[in-house]
């Protein structure tokens, strides 16, 4: 299983970008899927999941502006963000469960400039 995010790049503060994490395999088979952020010098940090009924949970910081949703049919995850911060500003990697595997992208650099 490999999962690819896209979708990043350079953002002012306010405006809008959506990622996204494709799978190699049926995402209908996936359990809990889940984007995380890295910014330099600070750990990994959960920012959304989405359960396989489509559940979704958000970190305090992003509620309101990111919206985390999952596309059986193309086998894709996305993160729409809007109303971006500086402090959004990272490394955004997909994580997904197969069964008891865990699987990572390999991330997507968001730079929001004030």
């Known amino acids: 299983v490999q999962l690819q995010a896209s979708g990043g790049g350079l953002v002012q503060a306010g405006g809008s970008l959506r990622l996204s994490c494709e799978a190699t395999s049926s995402i209908s088979s996936a359990g809990m899927m889940a984007w995380y952020r890295q910014a330099p010098g600070n750990p990994r940090e959960l920012v959304a999941s989405i359960t396989s009924t489509g559940f979704a949970q958000y970190a305090d910081s992003v509620k309101a502006r990111f919206t985390i949703s999952r596309d059986n049919s193309k086998n894709t995850m996305y993160l729409e963000m809007s109303s971006l911060k500086p402090e959004d500003t990272a490394v955004y990697y997909c994580?997904?469960?197969w069964g008891e595997g865990y699987y990572w992208g390999q991330g997507t650099q968001v730079t929001v400039s004030s």
């Open positions: 994580k997904a469960r």
